[in-house]
């Protein structure tokens, strides 16, 4: 189940989720960040936020970001560490 929600994001997405899982939702937008999972620039991390966000896969919650699923988190952190 969590290997086909995978293969229906982009691979900005991907990444974004990476980040979000492995960093707990905090400073994804931040230039370290981005530069420690090669997510692009800002526009880019923001636009795959928000597509996450539509499919309930993140949620914000104040200044973090936070997966909906915590099978789907803890999926993500072991598959692709």
Do not use: C, H, K, N
Request: no cysteine; proline share 1%; charged share 30%.
């Amino acid at each position: 189940m969590f290997e086909a929600v995978w293969q229906r994001l982009t691979l900005a997405q991907r990444a974004v989720l990476r980040a979000v899982v492995f960093e707990e939702g905090r400073g994804v937008l931040s230039a370290d960040v981005r530069e420690r999972y090669r997510l692009g620039g800002p526009s880019t991390v923001q636009a795959a936020l928000t597509a996450l966000a539509r499919e309930d896969v993140i949620a914000r919650e104040g200044d973090r970001y936070r997966v909906v699923d915590s099978l789907l988190r803890e999926w993500v952190a072991r598959q692709t560490f």
